[in-house]
């Protein structure tokens, strides 16, 4: 077994010093763990060390917990309990262990404790203290501590959605709440907001089955759902074994993630065995759903919108060679996937968990048929590639080497005047080769910003081989793995001419998929028809929502293009739409997205598709706004939004698409998506002169006219032939358009 709970032994001696149960010592382990994993400012040790020491703390803390979440005290007896316990508590130190304890004490609002489990979870709302912690951080977070794994999921609201992943990483917060705040970012385009989980296992790699690894996963899941609510027959259902402090929690799901690809029936086959409400809804991309490495949806996605950047320079990509250097290996479902997308990729090298790839001069067809074949084969890493195939002088690597001759053709290709490099060396002249695209389609960050350290990147396994934004020589970027860059790297390269989005610009499609599949499932389920048809109709409906979804990264990509021009015409606009949103959303910060002071901005397309998903948020935001006296989303005209987010052979269900029950929440997005698309950012500009009412008033007339001079077929023709600048004046004639026919309605008091 691993070693990352081998100091929870300590904690045994509080039977001897306060004669806690085998139970409240587990509980205590549980705490240590996740104060050590929410902050960074202690450690595992140094909290048990307080809980040992402390003893009158540690025993209140104790009776805290057991008051506050026991089903077995009545309300009244608990409130003036927990008074006194209060007090206790306020008599504490006032040093950072001591507030952090309480503050998670506090704020927990739901336990598993009283269910009488091996594994012990809760659920925290840490929107309440968010100045103990350092940097963006999620609203409300559920933490699992078993024997022998733990976990945690992540969520910006009570209605959002992200993979559970098994991290390989000590300060595996730390990765799955980067991962969370990149998932929110994507998530502007679909309706629930960012969430992330994963978790560890106490074992080596090499000590887990396949049995054991599903055990665990599976009491994991367990663990989170005893924490959500229910419906059954439509009606909220609470577990009466649990207190609650919070709201109703309804809206819980998951989907698969790194080394989770397989697991979304498990996931589905404990869901619908606790009857839970969304049944095989609940985790995506299973046996009936939308499998994302059969469709290879999140590589597609992310070629669709690195693919704008060689349209910008007249290159077909599928039809016209490029060379590239990739991050990972054929087994993997973004990189094998998209390294297949076009027979034309001339893939000179690749980097991959252990090993690397080098192919200085590649013929196409022959690597793309040997790429094919290993990544339907059951073994797709790069030792398994027919080195017969590789070209003169190159070769598979192992990570580990310390020394690797390096022939004249990878002098040649990648710059190299040194003979022998070790692998770390090596892998860095990958990295800032001069290609036409760096691919990334693995796990881990490469590329930082030279200001940055690797402590503060975190990822120590990749510190050897990471390097600084302003080396690479890439032509573009894709990335359809997420955190390749930290942010600070993205905009030192995009200011040194590289072309770059974002994570969550290029990989958003798998996101979108599993939501529209959610979304279906839900439709679906309010026909009167047997799981066989329902599943039938889902499966039909297969190649137009994949053609749906990668319509939102064309459109997307386009919109940040015709930004990047905005931006050359008038930069504070882009300024005044920056600190609005700054002062309005609370998770917009400068500092994590790299954005630059106002008295000294400059903008990189990396920070502008940052500007386009929070846009996004808060327009959404607006128009869902229960305080507004607009009706926009229940309007005639945002209906047809809500049909045409299905796709058309489901169309026919109309009655049951109108009476969905996120039907508000799909047409104030889908709204917020197309505005923020062509109109860009500066469109906010509207909301900053007005207020909301007349923000909305707005977008209606902007929408209406739209309509009314079929404003698509004209976008269509502008953007696939990169003609910004006559799409820039198309979309402030709609405007203006719209504005004088506002007028002339008023002039008649109509």
């Not at 794994?149 to 991290?167: A, C, D, E, I, Q």
């Not at 990878?410 to 490099?421: A, G, Q, R, W």
């Not at 869902?624 to 005639?636: A, I, R, T, Y």
């Amino acid at each position: 077994m691993r070693n990352f709970d081998k100091q929870t032994d300590k904690l045994r001696k509080l039977h001897e010093k306060l004669e806690f149960t085998r139970k409240e010592i587990r509980l205590f382990r549980a705490i240590s763990q996740y104060l050590n994993q929410i902050s960074s400012d202690i450690d595992l040790s140094s909290i048990q060390n307080l809980f040992l020491e402390d003893l009158e703390f540690t025993k209140s803390i104790r009776d805290y917990f057991l008051t506050k979440f026991s089903p077995y005290i009545p309300d009244e007896v608990r409130k003036k309990e927990i008074e006194e316990l209060d007090k206790r508590l306020e008599k504490s130190s006032s040093d950072y262990p001591y507030l952090i304890t309480i503050a998670v004490l506090k704020n927990m609002v739901r336990t598993n404790y009283f269910l009488d489990k091996e594994s012990i979870a809760f659920k925290i709302e840490v929107k309440n203290f968010h100045h103990l912690l350092n940097g963006l951080q999620p609203n409300y977070e559920i933490f699992v501590y078993n024997p022998y794994f733990m976990g945690l999921h992540l969520r910006k609201t009570k209605v959002s959605r992200g993979g559970l992943r098994w991290s390989e990483r000590e300060d595996f917060r730390e990765e799955i709440k980067s991962l969370m705040i990149t998932q929110d970012g994507k998530n502007s385009i679909i309706v629930p907001a960012g969430a992330k989980g994963g978790f560890v296992l106490f074992y080596k790699r090499e000590e887990l089955t396949k049995e054991l690894f599903t055990d665990y996963y599976s009491k994991f899941i367990n663990n989170l759902l005893d924490l959500v609510d229910n419906k059954i027959d439509g009606k909220l259902f609470i577990n009466p074994a649990i207190v609650r402090y919070d709201g109703d929690d309804t809206y819980f799901v998951v989907a698969a993630d790194k080394g989770t690809a397989s697991m979304s029936d498990v996931a589905n086959s404990i869901a619908i065995s606790r009857n839970f409400w969304l049944k095989d809804g609940f985790a995506s991309g299973g046996s009936n759903g939308y499998s994302h490495k059969d469709l290879g949806i999140t590589a597609k996605g992310a070629f669709v919108s690195t693919e704008r950047f060689f349209l910008e320079r007249g290159i077909d990509i599928y039809k016209e060679p490029i060379t590239v250097i990739g991050i990972g290996s054929m087994n993997g479902d973004v990189f094998g996937n998209g390294i297949l997308l076009s027979r034309k990729f001339r893939l000179l090298g690749a980097i991959s968990h252990k090993e690397i790839f080098i192919d200085p001069n590649p013929d196409c067809e022959i690597s793309y048929q040997e790429r094919k074949r290993l990544f339907n084969s059951k073994n797709g890493s790069w030792s398994q590639y027919d080195k017969k195939l590789i070209s003169k002088g190159g070769g598979v690597f192992r990570r580990d080497d310390k020394s690797i001759p390096i022939s004249p053709e990878m002098k040649d290709v990648f710059n190299i005047s040194e003979d022998t490099l070790s692998a770390d060396e090596l892998i860095q002249k990958l990295l800032t080769a001069k290609v036409d695209l760096l691919f990334n389609g693995g796990v881990g960050t490469y590329v930082k910003a030279s200001t940055e350290t690797n402590e503060e990147v975190g990822d120590l396994a990749n510190a050897p081989v990471r390097v600084d934004g302003k080396d690479i020589q890439a032509f573009a970027v894709c990335e359809g793995g997420n955190l390749g860059f930290t942010q600070k790297g993205r905009v030192e390269y995009s200011l040194n001419g590289g072309k770059i989005n974002l994570d969550a610009i290029d990989n958003s499609a798998g996101v979108n998929i599993s939501d529209h599949e959610v979304n279906i499932k839900i439709l679906l389920s309010m026909l009167d028809i047997s799981n066989q048809k329902r599943n039938e109709l889902l499966k039909s409906a297969t190649d137009e929502v994949v053609e749906l979804v990668l319509t939102f990264n064309y459109n997307q990509a386009l919109g940040i293009s015709l930004d990047e021009e905005r931006a050359k015409e008038d930069i504070s606009l882009f300024v005044e739409v920056t600190d609005y949103l700054e002062r309005n959303i609370p998770d917009f910060s400068r500092q994590e997205f790299a954005i630059p002071p106002s008295d000294n901005f400059t903008l990189s397309r990396p920070n502008i598709a940052f500007l386009f998903s929070y846009s996004k948020i808060l327009i959404t935001k607006i128009l869902l706004d229960e305080q507004s006296s607009s009706n926009l989303v229940d309007s005639h005209l945002a209906m047809d939004f809500l049909i045409n987010y299905f796709p058309k052979s489901l169309q026919n269900f109309r009655k049951e698409i109108l009476h969905h029950p996120l039907s508000r929440e799909i047409v104030a997005t889908l709204i917020a998506d197309r505005v923020v698309n062509n109109q860009g950012v500066t469109f906010l500009k509207h909301l900053i002169d007005g207020n909301p009412e007349e923000f909305i008033q707005t977008i209606y007339r902007y929408l209406s006219i739209e309509e009314l001079v079929q404003a698509d077929r004209v976008r269509e023709r502008l953007g696939r032939s990169c003609q910004y600048q006559k799409y820039i004046n198309f979309e402030k004639r709609l405007i203006k358009l719209s504005k004088e026919i506002n007028e002339f309605l008023r002039s008649l008091d109509v």
